[in-house]
T-cell receptor, first 116, second 115 residues
């Protein structure tokens, strides 16, 4: 099946610094990728939709200036958490779509961010 | 608006018991997709099944089975003869193609299978 990777898998950073998370589709091209955030014991919440070559579309309540998304190629999307604060500590998961595959989303393994 | 309800927050069973997870959804669209995912303690989401709105056939895959009832907007999931490895959080999700294939997840049901 289609494989999506994320890097890093875990990251600890200090408050006020920025962190970049990469999401790659390894064996297919993904015109659309999604970024989700999951707090402990909660469900996945969609943060933004990332389309290759265009600006990301953010869900209501998600600060676009804080969560910068870049989808520079058909296999790579990046999420940068700028000026991270402890409340940004969460599990961030990306997914990618293969349109020919019936719009199924393939999920990355997730990145656990801890801001101290 | 899309909405997925998983009313059961936690279910605990003893190994070999069957367990059924409920999922009720709301959508105004006639074309949509329903999914079930498993999230073990490692955190990685594991795809279990996708069902489109025009396919109401129930499906069985090994110990897993799904019951899609369009009349009641439900897409329930049953694990037969549960095993300890089935312990995980299970999410039901809904996707509407006119909404850019965004997935709306239910709150999840934590299944604990005791030996």
């Amino acid at each position: 099946g289609a494989v999506v990777s994320q890097h890093p898998s875990r990251v600890i950073c200090k408050s006020g610094t920025s962190v970049k998370i990469e999401c790659r589709s390894l064996d297919f091209q993904a015109t659309t990728m999604f970024w989700y955030r999951q707090f402990p014991k909660q469900s996945l919440m969609l943060m933004a939709t990332s389309n290759e070559g265009s600006k990301a579309t953010y869900e209501q309540g998600v600060e676009k200036d804080k969560f910068l998304i870049n989808h520079a190629s058909l296999t790579l999307s990046t999420l940068t958490v700028t000026s991270a604060h402890p409340e940004d500590s969460s599990f961030y998961i990306c997914s990618a779509i293969i349109l020919a595959g019936g719009y199924e989303q393939y999920f990355g393994p997730g990145t656990r961010l801890t801001v101290t | 608006a899309q909405k997925v309800t998983q009313a059961q927050t936690e279910i605990s069973v003893v190994e070999k018991e069957d367990v059924t997870l409920d999922c009720v959804y709301e959508t105004r669209d006639t074309t949509y997709y329903l999914f079930w995912y498993k999230q073990p303690p490692s955190g990685e989401l594991v795809f279990l099944i996708r069902r489109n709105s025009f396919d109401e056939q129930n499906e069985i895959s090994g110990r897993y089975s799904w019951n899609f009832q369009k009349s009641t907007s439900s897409f329930n999931f049953t694990i037969t003869a549960s095993q300890v490895v089935d312990s995980a959080v299970y999410f039901c999700a809904l996707s509407d193609p006119s909404n850019d294939y965004k997935l709306s997840f239910g709150a999840g049901t934590t299944v604990t299978v005791r030996a």
